[in-house]
């Protein structure tokens, strides 16, 4: 009992700091994807107001006051802005019409009425029904807004949900085509990782460490490096295209970058290591008498392989492929850089949205799919290699 005490006091520290620099920080962002804060912080006065309305019903009398006297308020607290930016996305045109009408209510004359006439007057989406329906769907603390957004759909003005205009179907695409681009580049790693590992296993020890040097060696290489590399050798008057033209097997150039085939290569080419070195700790454990065992016993090389061979190596193809699939999902900087504008992963809007629009809700909403599609294929992976995969060769 002493003992286990001082095991955890000794783990204690570094519990401690996982939670507060790791899942703390982690916790936190994801917290965005359904939380409300913007316009219950900056329209407090008019979503009491309209407590109890729903769409359909004539607005309460007091809701143009209130929203009038919030417009000022937010203003001057620095919190509209973030407001007018959360109801733009429901209601795009939405954010400069609030600021705009907040400097009108602001200069009006003392007795001016702030009723439906006045703010039609402004703009009429600022007297419509569906505006502040829109406004009460955000009063918080919680919505699903964003959420339902990753998967394109919406809410209509009533609350049903619907799918989004054809013109802002965006994630369901993007979501497939990160999968597709992360399968592809899992298949490649594994079609050229599994014979160079095995390879690794069937050479001398002192030759299979210079090619553990060689399938190492990116690393000592920035990924930014390598990938910019890749864009010089696949431009059309790039290395490959040259030297092919100059063998003979082409007449014209191919194009080979800034489309899926140059993502293609050189995602498998940064991620193929990531598939050789789990493989080739787990083949290199396979013992050489179960090849020759089942030689033995009238088994050919085709049913050796495919019955004896890649059993034993399921968990390490199980690890490597898990490896590369997940990485491959979070890639931003390779697909950015030798991908057109097509060939963007979740990623790329993850990275747009927190730092050029500053719509952290999206960004934590599609940084949530992209863990939850972590965990689902770690699970997976763990059930079909029976509970065998590791994660280190």
């Known amino acids: 009992?002493?003992?286990?005490?001082?095991?955890?006091?000794?783990?204690?520290?570094?519990?401690?700091?996982?939670?507060?620099?790791?899942?703390?920080?982690?916790?936190?962002?994801?917290?965005?994807?359904?939380r409300e804060v913007e316009v219950p912080r900056a329209l407090p006065r008019t979503i009491e107001a309209l407590e109890g309305w729903h769409y359909g019903a004539p607005l309460p009398p007091a809701v143009f006051?209130?929203?009038?006297?919030?417009?000022?308020?937010?203003?001057?607290?620095?919190?509209?802005?973030?407001?007018?930016?959360?109801?733009?996305?429901?209601?795009?045109?939405?954010?400069t019409t609030i600021?705009?009408?907040s400097k009108k209510v602001g200069a009006a004359p003392e007795g001016t009425r702030f009723d439906s006439a006045f703010f039609a007057e402004l703009d009429p989406n600022l007297a419509s029904p569906e505006f502040f329906a829109v406004v009460q769907r955000a009063r918080g603390p919680v919505s699903g807004f964003y959420l339902l957004s990753a998967f394109d759909l919406q809410r209509d003005f009533k609350?049903?949900?619907?799918?989004?205009?054809?013109?802002?179907?965006?994630?369901?695409?993007?979501?497939?085509?990160?999968?597709?681009?992360s399968g592809s580049v899992t298949l490649g790693c594994?079609?050229?990782?599994?014979?160079?590992?095995?390879?690794?296993?069937?050479?001398?020890?002192?030759?299979?460490?210079?090619?553990?040097?060689?399938?190492?060696?990116?690393?000592?290489?920035?990924?930014?490096?390598?990938?910019a590399g890749w864009v010089v050798l696949l431009q059309r008057e790039g290395?490959?295209?040259?030297?092919?033209?100059?063998?003979?097997?082409?007449?014209?150039?191919?194009?080979?970058?800034?489309?899926?085939?140059?993502?293609?290569?050189?995602?498998?080419?940064?991620?193929?290591?990531?598939?050789?070195?789990?493989?080739?700790?787990?083949?290199?454990?396979?013992?050489?008498?179960?090849m020759k065992a089942a030689a033995s016993l009238g088994a050919g090389p085709i049913t050796r392989f495919f019955w004896v061979y890649l059993p034993l190596a399921?968990?390490?193809?199980?690890?490597?492929?898990?490896?590369?699939?997940?990485?491959?999902?979070?890639?931003?900087?390779?697909?950015?850089?030798?991908?057109?504008?097509?060939?963007?992963m979740l990623s790329f809007f993850v990275a747009n949205y927190t730092t050029d629009t500053g719509n952290w809700g999206m960004a934590a909403t599609l940084g949530l799919i992209m863990l939850i599609l972590t965990l689902v294929l770690y699970a997976i992976a763990q059930r079909l290699s029976g509970g065998r995969t590791q994660l280190a060769g």
């Open 1 to 34: 009992m002493q003992k286990a005490r001082h095991r955890l006091l000794l783990l204690a520290p570094l519990a401690a700091f996982l939670l507060v620099f790791f899942a703390g920080p982690i916790a936190g962002l994801l917290s965005k994807s359904v």
């Open 65 to 95: 006051t209130e929203f009038a006297s919030d417009l000022v308020t937010a203003r001057e607290n620095e919190t509209l802005a973030h407001a007018a930016r959360r109801l733009n996305y429901e209601i795009p045109g939405l954010r």
């Open 99 to 101: 600021m705009r009408a």
């Open 159 to 181: 609350g049903n949900i619907e799918w989004a205009p054809e013109e802002y179907r965006i994630y369901i695409d993007v979501l497939f085509r990160t999968l597709l681009i």
């Open 190 to 227: 594994i079609l050229l990782g599994f014979p160079l590992a095995h390879l690794l296993t069937s050479v001398s020890e002192k030759t299979a460490d210079w090619l553990i040097v060689l399938v190492l060696l990116p690393f000592w290489t920035s990924l930014l490096v390598r990938t």
């Open 239 to 290: 290395l490959i295209n040259k030297t092919l033209i100059d063998l003979g097997f082409l007449a014209e150039p191919l194009d080979l970058i800034y489309n899926r085939t140059g993502v293609l290569i050189s995602m498998t080419h940064v991620l193929l290591p990531f598939m050789i070195l789990p493989l080739y700790g787990v083949l290199k454990g396979i013992p050489p008498l179960y």
């Open 314 to 344: 399921a968990p390490g193809l199980v690890a490597g492929g898990l490896m590369v699939f997940i990485q491959a999902l979070g890639y931003y900087i390779t697909p950015a850089l030798v991908g057109g504008a097509s060939d963007q």
